[in-house]
């Protein structure tokens, strides 16, 4: 289907005969491969008696030619899938099958995408960023210290370089504008993380996405914030270098060079919040973030702090 989608992402019309000839099939053929992409990436193509078919807005599609053409480093290489569970399930299956690091993973689609505790990650066709970074990390624990809120500082950088104003993050792995989430952050191990493992770095991070009732939080996205369609492709590359920078930061001082970096950048520092573990509710004041990047949370007038994967912060009702 990638093929026929390469066709008709121009936005213009394109004669079923034509179709056919491009991809070496009969006209009827076309037309059920334009209802599975109907069906499959929820796209909506126009037929027209005498014009042929188009789709409804032309698309952008994620391209390793174009992204290389940006500019984009080659020691990472980039594997692209038009539809997937999710690009940090496929990265997972790679390593497993003992693919070779670093390697990116990017995909157009997923039906599966999950952020943290579970969550399910909506992933239209086409309008958003989903990547999966796959990295060997060796020499233990301290390579991993407040890694997820270094990656969040890398993507809040490149968001603000695209012209995102009021961009801010929220422990331990949101990034938001004004409250509203324009982009998350999902970390998983494989391997001793005391010794030598790989860890997937997935960022999913809201493009062009205008409108979606599935998403069941406030939520923004890039094309929102700047009023202009961002080029995905160029976003990738962006994002890369980005992120080589900050993880070379991080490999060669550890987390401490960050923390106040990211405690400047934090949007609920100094506000009343509730941290969630389970059916356990803490509150307390968000004071920051200690040297290895747990929560600071001021309880009762005595600060603790805290840490963990299944951990979620939530602001007060009456902050």
């Known amino acids: 289907m990638l093929k026929l989608l390469n066709l008709l992402k121009d936005g213009r019309f ?26 499959e990436c929820s796209l909506t193509i126009h037929k027209v008696r005498g014009r042929g078919y188009q789709l409804s807005t032309p698309l952008q599609l994620l391209d390793t030619q174009a992204i290389g053409e940006h500019g984009h480093t080659p020691q990472w290489p980039v594997l692209v899938y038009e539809t997937i569970d999710s690009t940090n399930a496929e990265a997972l299956r790679l390593i497993g099958q003992g693919r070779s690091t670093p390697f990116l993973v990017l995909a157009e689609s997923q039906t599966a995408g999950r952020g943290r505790r579970g969550r399910q990650w909506i992933s239209p066709f086409a309008e958003n960023l989903y990547y999966s970074l796959v990295l ?14 270094v990656v969040g500082l890398a993507v809040m950088r490149v968001l603000q ?62 094309r929102r914030e700047t009023g202009k369609e961002v080029d995905r492709n160029h976003l990738v590359v962006a994002l890369g270098r980005q992120l080589g920078h900050e993880l070379e930061r991080h490999r060669q001082h550890g987390f401490t060079v960050f923390r106040d970096e990211w405690e400047q950048a934090h949007a609920w520092q100094g506000r009343e919040a509730s941290l969630i573990a389970g059916n356990t509710r803490i ?18 007038g005595v600060e603790k702090s805290f840490s963990g994967g299944e951990l979620s912060l939530r602001l007060r009702d009456d902050s």
């Not at 060997?136 to 809120?149: A, D, F, I, K, N």
């Open 14 to 39: 394109h004669s079923g005969e034509e179709l056919g000839a491009a991809l070496g099939v009969s006209r009827s053929a076309v037309w059920k491969q334009l209802q599975n992409l109907q069906s």
């Open 161 to 222: 370089a695209l012209g995102v104003k009021g961009v801010g993050l929220k422990w331990p792995n949101d990034v938001l504008v004004r409250d509203h989430k324009v982009a998350g952050i999902l970390l998983e191990l494989v391997g001793d993380p005391a010794d030598i493992c790989h860890v997937v770095i997935g960022i999913g991070i809201n493009v062009n996405m205008q409108a979606n009732a599935q998403v069941d939080q406030a939520w923004t996205s890039l």
């Open 136 to 149: 060997r990390v060796e020499g233990g624990m301290r390579q991993l210290e407040g890694l997820s809120l």
């Open 283 to 300: 509150d307390g004041v968000v004071r920051g973030i200690d040297a290895q990047g747990g929560l600071r949370l001021e309880i009762e």
